[in-house]
């Protein structure tokens, strides 16, 4: 028996099984606790009201009301509010001639902020001064994060080949843990933004590996399905996220709320299994064969020992690399395309994520909403790919997401609520899309470079993750560009989805091969 049969012994074991169930449950908590690590900075980040510390007049009176004192030393906006970045100058003089004559001469904040805390006891904001001329860094820590998303991609998709699968995630998670609680009790920024960097890698390594793991255990009937319960998972970790941090409104605390459960995922270390696939690549047979017999008990089948002995014939196998990908004729086309179609996931997921904030509504109530929005893109993906098959669900979700964007460029501004409820299904289609290229990756490439695959287009997204909010300063040369690019990219990626093969229903491909086997 050579690898390519290894989905008949995955019928023997049970495709889909109480073994199986039990792995996707485990790794659904991580894909839940992902959600808080991902976009938890967002509520820490939080801008509050905030004014130019100007303590510097009560010498002069300490008895002023707080409304005078702002009056006498913050000139207003053009909107009838105090100004946040600038303040009077100070001056010499007594409080008597300050009322009578004025002050004029403006400048920068000299001591500091105010922050008005009513709602937001302490954010990454007010504690660490991030306005003004620093207002910037809080999105350039989210970029950086991204960042270390695309470093870990790096990283672990080709360790993931040659260490294993079960490795990666048990060092991605500790790291998870360690860097991102030490990250609540950090006193300069800078170091901040470097832990959210390596949580970044470690949420990398995670990802990826998770992935893998589920498709490489779950037979092709059930393997859609099992992904993309991680994937609901996760857009219920956005929806609890939403109640975290409303109920926490001190950022240190809220980062350890977030932090603090992943400690309970070192039962991993006794109960996660490796993939009996990379094993049987590597020629560890007997490990393999191990842990087969395990999952038939577990599923309550049998599985003769004739099979597991045919076990013994499959000889080692060289871990492919990256070069295979390009070196490949069919491999670099299916390589490029689905390149393509993650980087455009990613560019329209975190660019409509920033765009549709403009909803007017509570921040918590909007993340509430955009992770409401994904549960149901979410499961409908699950049928769609075992309806109409991959490459049909994946060009029609592209299609409808480009489309939609589209649309937006050629609405007046002054319809909201036309714009929001056709962002709303562009972020929709997109949640869908990226839920079917998971799916689809793994399916696309074989066992031996699956993770350099997969790894490789979460890199690109990881790209796409980190320019997504660049493309949004284009509006200020003309109020369309951003949603022209964030439409015209997927319709792009979804005409070229028809040059990948169909892979629905069939077993996964163990090898690298010279030419295409699989039938489009």
Known sequence: MTMTDFGEILKHVGEFGRFQKCLVFMLSFLSFFNAFHMFGQVFMGISVPHHCNTNWILEKNPNLTEDVQLNLTIPRNEHGGHE????????????????????????????????????????????????????????????????????????????????????????????????????????????????????????????????????????????????????????????????????????RLLQIACSAPTALLVLYF???????????????NEKAKILLQKAARMNKREISDDILQQLQEEKQTKSGNMIDLFRIPDLRTKTLIMCLVWFMNALVYYGLSLKVGSFGLDIYLTQLIFGAVEVPARIGSMFTVQFFGRRLSQ?????????????????????????????????????????????????????????????????????????????????????????????????????????????KGMDLQDHTVETADIPR
């Open 84 to 251: 946040q970045c600038i303040m009077y100058s100070p001056v010499d003089w007594d409080i008597e001639s300050i009322h009578m004559y004025g002050l004029n001469d403006t400048v920068v904040c000299q001591d500091g902020w105010v922050y008005d805390t009513s709602q937001q006891k302490s954010t990454l904001v007010t504690e660490f001064d991030l306005v003004c001329l620093r207002r910037e860094q809080v999105d350039i820590c989210q970029s950086i994060y991204m960042l270390g998303f695309l470093i870990g991609s790096v990283i672990f998709g080709p360790l993931g080949d040659r260490l294993g699968r079960r490795p990666i995630i048990l060092i991605s998670v500790s790291m998870t843990f360690a860097f991102s609680l030490g990250a609540a009790f950090v006193t300069h920024f800078y170091v901040f933004i470097v832990l959210r960097c390596i949580v970044g890698i470690a949420m990398a390594g995670i990802l990826i590996n998770n992935l893998v793991l589920v498709a490489e255990w779950v037979g092709p009937s059930q393997r859609a399905r099992a992904t993309i319960i991680g994937h609901v998972c996760f857009a219920v970790g956005l929806m609890a996220l939403a109640g975290v941090g409303y109920a926490i409104r001190n950022w």
């Open 270 to 284: 006794w109960f996660l299994p490796e993939s009996p696939r990379w094993l049987l690549t590597k020629g560890k």
């Open 395 to 503: 060009s029609l979700y592209l299609l409808l997401g480009g489309t939609a964007c589209l649309i937006i460029t050629a609405i007046p501004k002054n319809l909201s609520i036309v714009i929001t409820v056709l962002a709303v299904i562009g972020k929709f289609a997109t949640a869908s899309s990226y839920s079917v290229c998971y799916i689809y990756a793994t399916e696309l490439f074989p066992t031996v470079i699956r993770q350099n695959g997969v790894g490789l287009c979460s890199m690109t997204a990881r790209v796409a993750g980190i320019i997504a909010p660049l493309i949004g300063l284009l509006e200020k040369y003309h109020p369309a560009i951003p949603m022209a690019i964030y439409g015209s990219g997927p319709i792009i990626g979804g005409l070229l989805c028809y040059f990948l093969p169909e892979t």
